[in-house]
């Protein structure tokens, strides 16, 4: 069941939001050549506590961090550990907050140092396949305008999305109906209603879309070795043009 937001969820959503824009603004800009990816995940607990919050996923499924740091090849769900990153990686930070017993989930793929045009050009346009989602979303269309949206804007730039993980229904659980596929037809789904809250998340792959998970469990890597990119927002579907909960707002 497609659960709608009443005004003071709603409130809550947003600063769940705030802070979760605020602290991967703030990782992003710690992220450097040499760091361990553990490191981020300290950033990101000191950030949490500073601010009254919880991570999302610390404890989910029994997921042992704060945040997923998924490097290069990796898709989402890495685990920060004693990983170093270098110089020409990119870097997926998928990070998500509960304030008062709401949440919100945003996912950011940044480059380590200077990083190739191949993935500067994968980033730009995984960004942008979450950004036509977004205008896609809004009351009296339909979910699959989103996923076609998302779908159209990838393979047309010649990349695939992934299929086995989707986007989702968020608030008072971090995963709520529906599943958001990152591929499918306009037209088709249930029809979003004003103050339903999604969580848009594009992962995208150079090579197949197709995923394989690790030893540990945890991590997903694309099949074919290919770098892979992912981009998060949590939105409130309006009238109008859907709010982003988690847009960047600092100065
Ligand atoms: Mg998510």
């Known amino acids: 069941m497609i659960i709608i937001k009443n005004d003071e969820e709603l409130v809550c959503m947003r600063q769940a939001g705030r802070i979760v824009a605020i602290i991967l603004e703030i990782l992003t800009k710690e992220i450097k050549p040499g760091m361990e990816t553990g490191e981020l995940d300290a950033i990101a607990a000191r950030e949490l506590e500073r ?14 961090a704060n945040l997923c740091v998924s490097v290069n090849d990796e898709v989402v769900h890495g685990i920060p550990g004693k990983r170093v990153l270098r110089e020409g990686d990119i870097v997926s930070l998928d990070f998500g907050a509960i304030f008062e017993g709401l949440q919100a989930d945003a996912a950011v793929t940044v480059g380590v140092g200077e990083v190739s045009p191949a993935a500067k050009r994968l980033m730009a ?12 979303a809004r009351a009296g269309a339909r979910l699959g305008n989103i996923s076609a949206a998302i779908q159209h804007y990838v393979e047309s730039r010649g990349y695939s999305v992934v299929r086995e993980y989707t ?58 070795g290919s770098l892979s990119a992912h981009f998060e927002h949590t939105i409130a579907i309006t009238d109008g043009e859907a709010e982003v909960l988690t847009k960047e707002v600092y100065a």
């Open 51 to 64: 601010r009254g919050a919880k991570s999302s996923f610390k404890g989910y499924h029994g997921f042992p």
């Open 125 to 136: 346009t995984t960004k942008g396949a979450l950004e036509a989602g977004i205008s896609a």
């Open 167 to 224: 986007g989702h229904g968020i608030g008072r659980e971090m995963h709520e109906e529906p599943q958001i596929p990152n591929f499918g037809l306009s037209g088709q789904g249930p029809v979003l209603k004003k103050g339903m809250t999604l969580a848009l998340e594009p992962m995208v792959n150079i090579g197949d879309w197709r995923t394989r998970v690790s030893d540990n469990h945890w991590t997903v890597l694309t099949a074919d």
